[in-house]
């Protein structure tokens, strides 16, 4: 999930907020304004909403060390984090590399529930040093504050302890999993599978409160559940994906043919060239033989269309030192999540500073559907001797099944 405002960065990760954030912490603080109404009648309207918004904000403040925590134990074991992004439902670290162990799985899955639990007791520490819990003294706005914080945090740690996959708890129990197994492949679809039974009986418990009088709150416990449904799902699918593109490198399935266009070309004239006569979806720009970058549809749409006459393809392309490269011994596997974390959707090739072609998620994606048209086993490969060549290309494959499918 990208983040749409940047906050900072912490530890070399940089924070940023959701849009969807906005929308959470204002009904947050809507209903904190009516929880300190109900309980702390004597207050006036001013002490109840300052108090909310302050609660509000902090509440946010202990999701950020939450997801913190999850970050700075994952780089102490040498896995790099891109950021932490707060949205609608808590926070999300953006790992880079997965952890290649049990024993790291569970140290970064268990981080974040154990930070929530000692930020709520200490919260409640302080609450009570403060006079929380004396006979017939009056609770102060700070106390009152600190108590919704120590008691939320501590519901959090409990809730993401839940071992449903992909939350902390389904995260610990796969790495239990994995430890037992040594399979870290059974272990997330294990854990994958716990995580939709949970994120039912979220669904099913939250109609059943819908239709008893919870209102809101039942209709929250369904939103909740569908989403754990949809993550662990994702997560399932995952797998399935990983075993299917394990051992097949970007040399197997990279386009061989990019067509090469000059630096000086207009926009409007490649557009009518080039785009709109040919199938590729990537170009390299060269200037006397050197690559410089590359352009794509995506790159030209950027532009008005009224100055495709004056601006040149160099103007529009995204220069080589911004590109993302993989060389030809690349994992496709690597190449696409590198491609997820970009938003791109191609990669270039490049080996000993040559561009050796492109490899874009339409031939990875194009790879899964022939295999499972094919109903290949996963375990298949094609022969050695093949690999890199014509006669094993993912294009040929297609058109060969496109014909067979007509007969």
Same mark, same amino acid.
């Given at each position: 999930?990208? @983040? ?23 009904? *947050? ?52 984090? @891109? ?12 790992? #880079? ?36 819990? =004396? ?22 740690? *409990? ?64 939103? *909740? ?12 699918? #995952? ?39 040919? @199938? ?17 549809? %995506? ?56 561009? #050796?072609?492109?490899?874009? =998620? @339409? ?11 094919? =109903?290949?086993?996963?375990?298949? %490969? ?6 890199? %060549? ?18």
């Amino acid at each position: 999930m990208r @983040s749409t405002i940047k906050l900072g960065k912490i530890s070399g990760i940089e924070i940023g907020l959701h849009y969807s954030w906005f929308i959470i912490a204002a009904l *947050i603080a809507l209903s904190l304004g009516e929880h300190f109404h109900q309980v702390y009648p004597n207050w006036s309207p001013a002490k109840i909403w300052i108090s909310a918004l302050i609660t509000a904000a902090l509440f946010f403040v202990t999701l950020l060390l939450h997801e913190l925590a999850h970050s700075l134990v994952a780089q102490k074991h040498g896995l790099r984090i @891109s950021g932490i992004t707060l949205f609608a439902l808590g926070g999300v670290s953006q790992m #880079q590399d997965d952890p290649t162990d049990a024993k790291t799985e569970f140290s970064v899955a268990i981080a974040g529930p154990v930070a929530s639990l000692i930020i709520g007791f200490a919260c409640l520490g302080i609450a009570m040093g403060l006079g929380w819990h =004396r006979p017939n003294e009056p609770l102060t706005a700070v106390t009152a504050v600190l108590v919704w914080l120590g008691y939320i945090n501590i519901l959090l740690a *409990i809730f993401n302890m839940i071992p449903g996959f992909p939350l902390d708890g389904g995260r610990v129990l796969r790495s239990i999993i994995w430890a037992v197994t040594k399979n870290p492949d059974r272990s997330t679809r294990i854990a994958a599978g716990v995580g939709q039974v949970v994120a039912l009986l979220f669904i099913v418990d939250g109609i059943w409160q819908f239709f008893h009088g919870a209102g809101f709150g039942g209709l929250w416990m369904v939103f *909740i559940g569908w989403f754990l449904m949809d993550a662990a799902k994702a997560s399932y699918a #995952q797998v399935g994906v990983s075993e299917e593109l394990r051992g097949i490198r970007v040399s197997d399935i990279m386009s061989r043919d990019c067509i090469a266009v000059n630096r000086g070309m207009s926009l409007q004239n490649f557009v009518d060239s080039y785009l709109l006569t040919t @199938s590729q979806r990537c170009y390299a720009v060269e200037d006397q033989g050197r690559l410089l970058g590359i352009i794509t549809p %995506r790159d030209v749409s950027k532009i008005p269309r009224d100055r495709w006459e004056q601006t040149t393809v160099s103007e529009a392309m995204r220069p080589l030192k911004e590109l993302h490269m993989v060389s030809p011994d690349t994992p496709v596997l690597d190449a696409l999540k590198l491609m997820a974390r970009n938003d791109v959707n191609q990669l270039p090739v490049v080996a000993q500073g040559s561009l #050796q072609g492109i490899v874009s =998620r @339409s031939q990875i994606v194009q790879l899964l559907q022939v295999r499972a048209a094919l =109903r290949l086993p996963v375990a298949y %490969r094609p022969p050695a001797e093949l690999n890199g %060549r014509n006669e094993f290309d993912v294009r040929s494959m297609s058109e060969m099944l496109s014909r067979h499918s007509k007969v």
